[in-house]
């Protein structure tokens, strides 16, 4: 195994850890208007995390063995925004808020 090939497996590991929703229960979240009252966009159309949210759905059911390059790219930038964004929870109840809304779409159910 080459260092490449650790790494490779320690992204993967990380992003299965940090994003908690099944396929299913992503697509479902996705589809929701709470989903798509957040994140930045250009000219008014889909945000970043809901794009973002929908090629974590395909990840999700992929077979480790055929994720490509981009997709082990994409693994580590959905790890990286859930590990910061999950420091920046608010005070109170995030039950309702941008901050849960946002987690979810990229994968991660904070409740």
């Not at 008014?44 to 395909?58: D, L, M, T, Y």
């Not at 959905?78 to 809304?101: F, K, M, N, S």
Request: negative net charge; aromatic residues 6%.
């Amino acid at each position: 195994m080459t260092e490449q090939d650790g790494n490779r497996g320690q992204i993967i590991k990380d992003f299965k850890e940090a994003v908690n929703m099944t396929a299913g229960e992503l697509e479902k979240w996705l589809e929701t208007g709470e989903s798509k009252s957040v994140g930045q966009s250009k000219n008014g159309g889909e945000s970043v995390g809901h794009a973002s949210g929908r090629r974590i759905v395909g990840l999700l059911r992929t077979k480790k063995g055929d994720f490509d390059e981009d997709d082990i790219a994409h693994m580590r930038k959905v790890t990286g925004y859930i590990h910061r964004h999950l420091e920046q929870r608010p005070e109170g109840d995030v039950a309702d808020t941008p901050w849960c809304y946002s987690l979810r779409n990229w994968g991660r159910d904070p409740l």
